[in-house]
């Protein structure tokens, strides 16, 4: 089994900046892919940033240039660095993980993904 526990939402300024982590329990190892996850009131959850088991990256157009994914050596930990936030990246954020291996624009399906943190809020005001 996998657990996922994310951290480090908060409220900020639109500009600002937080940096949200995943720790990520359990079989790590059988972990290969691993992304973010955001879901607006009202809206449908959607793939922010995601990252395969070779560390390249995917992005929503709408977070390139401004968030950044990453994760440690040992995949115990999944990061997202937000910068120039804005009032529409308010949102729970929710950590996911998969044991398979998706690559590209499949990182950043919801149905891809098997194991999910309980999500943490962002919240930016203008």
């Known amino acids: 089994q996998v657990q996922l526990v994310e951290s480090g939402g908060g409220s900020v300024q639109a500009g600002g900046s937080l940096r949200l982590s995943c720790a990520i329990y359990?079989?790590?190892?059988?972990?290969?892919?691993m992304g973010w996850f955001r879901q607006a009131p009202g809206k449908e959850r959607e793939g922010v940033a995601a990252?395969?088991?070779?560390?390249?990256?995917s992005y929503a157009d709408s977070v390139k240039g401004r968030f950044t994914i990453s994760q440690d050596n040992a995949k115990n930990n999944l990061y997202l660095q937000m910068n120039s936030l804005q009032p529409e990246d308010t949102a729970m954020y929710y950590c996911?993980?998969?044991?398979?291996?998706?690559?590209?624009?499949?990182?950043?399906?919801?149905?891809?993904?098997?194991?999910w943190g309980q999500g943490t809020q962002v919240t930016v005001s203008s």
């Open positions: 996911a993980a998969d044991s398979r291996v998706w690559v590209g624009s499949l990182l950043l399906q919801e149905r891809r993904y098997n194991y």
């Open positions: 359990g079989y790590t190892y059988s972990i290969d892919s």
């Open positions: 990252i395969d088991n070779n560390g390249v990256a």
